[in-house]
Structures are given as C-alpha cells and as structure tokens.
C-alpha cells in the first residue's frame, strides 16, 4: 500500500541531544512538507521540498535541518538550538508543490527531558 | 487575528445529530481542505475544495469564495467521527512557486453513544 511512513511514532532525548525524525513516502510524490503541532495551536511549517536536493524553510525553521537526497525520504534533525523541542512532529507529501491534495504520516511525538 | 479561524473549538454531540464545523479564513485562497485527526495524531485528508460543495458518505463539505467561509457537516453523526477536524487554505507563494497548507487550530468533536 501507498503512503508516508514516519518513525518512530514516541522519541524520547536529553536536552542537548540532536535528534533525527525519519519521513519515507512511497506515492512517489515530489514534494514534501515537516509540520510541528502544538497544543492549542495549528500545524505550523518548519520546512519544505518541492523536489529532489531542493529545500526551502518555513515559518518555524529556526533549529531545525532537513536533506533530500532521495525522493522518499525527508528526514528532520531536531538540533540542541531548538529552544522547545517537544512537540508532535507531522511530515506530510503532495504530488506537487502546486496545490494538490496533501497525505500525512502518523506523527512522531518528541519529548525531550 | 489568525488567517484561519474555526469554531466551535469544542463541539459536543449525541449519537445521530447533524453536525456543523465551521472556517473562516481571511486571505485569498487556492483551495481549501478538510482535514480529520485522530488521538495519536495522524491525519487524513477528507475534502480538498476551490467552489461549491463536495460529499463522501456522510460528510459534506460547502465554501462560499465571497464571504471566505466553508462548512463541514456531517450528518447521521456516529462516535466514531470523534476527532480533530482541521481547516486547512492554500495560499499561492510567488508567482511560480506553488502554493502552501496555513491551518486552523482544529475543533475537537466529540460523539456521545
């Protein structure tokens, strides 16, 4: 089955740790998107790539960095210069960045104590 | 002000009621999507609409382009439609550059049996 696999679902790190949250879409989509979810607000967009080896910041991009080196894949390192890291992280993939219906993976809840 | 805004925030409901969600968004839009999350996170996509109205099932989906307004209904309402819904706009970014997701900060409904 076609969809967008992100993993692991529960991440826990240390303060000061770097982490890396995994986005794997097999729609063969071109481009790809990294929310972060707060409680009481809206997804808010941390990243994007419209296509392979191309990637642009959003509006929360501070602290974070992304790669694209495959089209699958679109992972999210979470740095120690992200002020408040824990959140639910949601990546997400559309067929072009021209808008199109968006598919969005399960999530992964980090925590960081 | 937020470009998107939902209401109710939180929407209690009996087993069989007709349901309404509303958005309001206060910029110029490409389309407009319907989004649904349940607990532990992931997110399905439900409607993505320009004009008019769409259904699926029991779900239907109206926007109004002049007053920037959509409503999700859902009709014959089961728990099982317990979740986040989320009001989604596309916005064009630049000329050439496609468009992007900005969300609502989503209304909990929750179906009593």
């Known amino acids: 089955d076609g969809g967008i696999t992100q993993s692991p679902k529960y991440l826990f790190r240390k303060e000061g740790q770097n982490v890396t949250l995994s986005c794997e879409q097999n729609l063969n989509h071109d481009a790809m998107y990294w929310y972060r979810q707060d409680p009481g607000q809206g997804l808010r967009l941390i990243y994007y790539s419209q296509i392979v080896n191309d990637f642009q910041k959003g509006d929360i991009a501070e602290g974070y960095s992304v790669s694209r080196e495959k089209k699958e894949s679109f992972p999210l390192t979470v740095t120690s210069a992200q002020k408040n890291p824990t959140a639910f992280y949601l990546c997400?993939?559309?067929?072009?960045?021209?808008?199109?219906?968006?598919?969005f993976g399960q999530g992964t809840r980090l925590t960081v104590v | 002000k937020n470009e998107v805004e939902q209401s109710p925030q939180n929407l209690t409901a009996q087993e069989g009621e007709f349901i309404t969600i509303n958005c309001s968004y206060s910029?110029?839009?490409?389309?407009l999507h319907w989004l649904q999350q349940h607990p532990g996170g992931g997110i399905v996509s439900l409607f993505m609409l320009s004009s008019g109205k769409k259904k699926h099932g029991r779900l239907i989906a109206t926007i109004n382009i002049q007053e920037k307004h959509s409503s999700l209904h859902i009709t014959a309402s089961h728990p099982r439609d317990s979740a986040v819904y989320i009001c989604?706009?596309?916005?064009?970014?630049?000329?050439?550059?496609?468009?992007?997701?900005?969300f609502g900060e989503g209304t909990q409904l929750t179906v009593n049996p």
């Open positions: 989604a706009v596309g916005t064009l970014v630049g000329e050439t550059s496609g468009s992007r997701l900005t």
């Open positions: 997400a993939s559309s067929p072009q960045w021209i808008n199109t219906e968006a598919f």
């Open positions: 910029v110029g839009i490409s389309a």
